[in-house]
């Protein structure tokens, strides 16, 4: 898959994947200090949510920790355990743990019934082709395997997108912080997709 994703771009992945998914750890820390935290309310104090919040943010910082490596072709021609030990990480990260969580977490997310509907549609996107390069692999079925798992990582990335263009979308194009985050609930993921749709057309060309 080297033709997949040029160095320098490989570089900028294992940059946001490391900044990004070392992120929650702030809520392990210092929660009441983040907005997000104060923005929703009785909730923080709810187990279910807490539950379903701190498995999605630490399964998610997980995957977007371990992710990257999987597109390093030295990892894979030279240390084949190693891929494997991490890939199983990265697939038990999301399905137990990022995706599910993050499906509850999507049902009161901020902004209402369109936010939630994009972050949901996210989750269920997310489980499903981290699942299907699972069950490729267990198949050896290394094509499909490697589509899949393009796609699973363009959707963990949602988590990176979200943050860039969330500013944009306040700061550069003024939007009610309300409605930025509603678009953002689906910017952060649309984009991503159709971008690992054509890396896999790329490579199958
Ligand atoms: C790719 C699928 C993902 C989905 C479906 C998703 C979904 C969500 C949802 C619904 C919320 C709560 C929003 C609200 O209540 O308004 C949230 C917040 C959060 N998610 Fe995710 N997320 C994803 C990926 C990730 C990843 C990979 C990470 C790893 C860092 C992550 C870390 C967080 C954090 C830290 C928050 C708290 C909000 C903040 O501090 O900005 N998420 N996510």
């Given at each position: 898959m080297s033709k997949t994703i040029a160095p320098a771009y490989r570089i900028l992945l294992a940059f946001f994947g490391i900044a990004i998914g070392l992120y929650p750890v702030a809520y392990l820390t210092v929660p009441a200090a983040i907005p997000f935290w104060s923005s929703k309310g009785g909730l923080t104090s709810e187990t279910w949510w807490l539950t379903a919040f701190y498995a999605h943010i630490l399964g998610g910082g997980v995957a977007l920790l371990v992710?990257?490596?999987?597109?390093l072709p030295r990892l894979r021609a030279h240390r084949i355990a190693l891929h494997r030990l991490l890939g199983k990480i990265y697939v038990a990260a999301i399905l137990l743990f990022g995706a599910t969580g993050g499906f509850a977490a999507a049902l009161v997310a901020n902004g209402g019934f369109p936010s939630a509907l994009g972050f949901g549609s996210l989750a269920v996107l997310w489980f499903f082709c981290t699942l299907q390069a699972y069950r490729s692999i267990l198949k050896k079925d290394i094509e499909q395997h490697k589509a899949w798992m393009i796609r699973s990582y363009a959707l963990t990335f949602a988590a990176v997108t979200l943050r860039l263009w969330l500013p944009l979308f306040t700061a550069g194009f003024r939007l009610p912080f309300e409605q930025a985050y509603v678009a953002v609930a689906w910017f952060c993921w649309v984009p991503n997709l159709i971008v690992g749709e054509y890396l896999v057309w790329r490579e199958r060309s």
């Open positions: 992710g990257w490596t999987q597109f």
